[in-house]
């Protein structure tokens, strides 16, 4: 079947929904729950199975909304919204704590010393109100030098002995993830690992959809860095679930209840590669989508229909965090993944704060994208990204802001 009688079909199916439509009919009636706790790695603490993502987060009652629904697991950082997801995770969570588990990120860059390292947390454990964090991690690596920072390693022994966290990770979604990855399980220096991972950087998956339409797996050594882990007792959060996340996009196609986010979920905690899904939760109406994903049940054909239809749609829309195909085709240096990842936040997630705070983290960005005449990073997409035009948008974008 070709990508365009593909869409058609898909089209045909959903054409009752309209394509506005901004919140889904769930399949159940009964107000959605947990339905699943699970191990996290090795570490002892038992956690949702899907679970609360903070990156968007500033308003307290969306973490009391999903605690009360079941999530037991919250991630921030400090700085998501600039402290204020801290804060609002501390709020709600301040008088269940024992009952909780949280998790918070510093970037600890390869130079930065102990002593600043310890303010950062100490910073972050004052807005969260809370005197230890359950797992603090490393966060949004992309470059060894970091995880060879001797700074980091010493910060975590100490900080575990005073008791303000109590099990070190990383977190990465850039184009040096799997090399990250693997220093970092080689040098046994995490206990659970945050990466990007979705259906659509699942071979199995992949492998469903080839004779359809082209698109091609770039995840070479991703599935089998997380196999690695879980093999040596190492939990492993996955994060950017839903390859972008235009829901909207999707309305139209779903009919039955199911919805494309909780297929997205669904494949992930089904996959065996992963403990726990976490995701941004930025409305009632999300965190009762995703919870009706829950528990894990088998992916049906209706749920891989859709996940069929949104990489025929998306496919050559998104950039798959952790490629890095195409991280030395621009001759000046430009992040291209990481430029594309605050494109996506501004376009898809439609979230200008978080995509100005990413992009401002990058040396220099695309800046040099808006004057390219070379442009050498045109083809080095298997799956036909536009790169310069993205990276270009990207820049003009970012530098009005």
Known sequence: MQRRSFLKLGAAAGAVYASSRRTPTLASTVEPRIQRYVQLGSTGLTVSDISFGGSRLSDSSLVSYAYDRGVTYFDTAESYRGGASETAVGTALAGVRDKVIIASKTRARAGQGQREIMSALENSLR?????????????????????ENPEWGEFTERAIEQGKIRFRGMSGHGSKLVQCLDYALDQDMVDVVLVAFNFAQDPTFVEQIKHKFHYVSLQPGLVEVLDRARSKGVGVAAMKTLMGARLNDMRKYESQGATFAQAALKWVLNSGRVDV??????????????????????????????????VAMQGSQYCLQGCGVCADSCAYGVPISDVLRTR????????????????ANLEGGATACLNCVEQTCLGACPNNIPIASFTRDAAQRFSLA
């Open 127 to 147: 807005r969260l109100r809370t005197d230890y964090v359950d797992l603090y991690y490393i966060h949004a690596v992309n470059s060894i030098d970091r995880l």
């Open 277 to 310: 899904a976490l995701i941004s939760m930025t409305d009632e109406y999300d965190i009762d989508e995703y919870l009706g994903a829950s528990g894990a049940s088998p992916v049906a054909d209706l749920d891989t229909d859709l996940l069929t239809c949104y």
């Open 344 to 359: 996506m936040y501004a376009v898809d997630y439609q979230d200008a704060q978080l995509a100005m705070d990413g992009y």
